[in-house]
């Protein structure tokens, strides 16, 4: 009996060795894939500044539709992007925040849209589960026509999250471009913008 007990704990100790190797695995490939990319395709489109209108691009539902941007931007409503993925820790925590804009914003004019970086569409899957967030979730595809451009790249993100909020008529009113991702003076400064429009 005991050698039996003994052989299930080592088969149990195998198998959860064998998801954490995975699960570790997959976070580097993710990682090294976004890294890659960044080194790879060069020179980047020029940053999309204040005042500027949106560039549009093509992403992918849950349901695996494709879709561009253009469907939601530019149509007479707030749109904020959110560049995130699964493996970024601040991007995480940062959804709280955005559900309290969408709880108190959305029926005022505010599209929350998430555009996931993830190489791994598993990986973004997973983390969509884990997180329910209640506004569009989609995931950047590579654009052949485009030279191998994703979104990420079309608004040279060059860390995570990065938020950047369109005007009703699609024109870049917020873009923290300077600060290379998310930091605390960017969560107050978008914050205090959406204040300003919403609650004048």
Known sequence: ???????????????LLILVFAFISLFIWDRVG????????KPKPELTVIGKPFIDFEAELPDSTVHRFSEYAGKGQYVLLDFW????????RSFPMLKEFH???????????????????????????????PWPMLHET?????????ASDLYSITGFPTFVLLDP????IFSPYEEHG???DERKQLIE???EIFEE
Request: some cysteine; overall charge positive; charged content about 25%.
């Open 1 to 15: 009996m005991k050698k039996i007990l003994k052989k299930v704990v080592k088969a149990i100790l195998c198998i």
């Open 34 to 41: 976004f890294w890659w990319r960044e080194i790879t395709f």
């Open 85 to 92: 993925a699964s493996w970024c820790g601040p991007c995480i």
């Open 103 to 133: 709880e108190k914003y959305h029926e005022k004019g505010l599209l929350i849209i998430g555009i996931s970086a993830d190489r791994n569409p598993d990986a973004w899957h997973y983390a969509l589960g884990q997180h329910a967030c």
């Open 142 to 150: 590579i654009d052949s026509q485009k030279n191998h451009i994703s």
């Open 169 to 172: 008529e699609g024109q870049v």
């Open 182 to 184: 998310y930091t605390e």
């Open 193 to 195: 913008k959406l204040a």
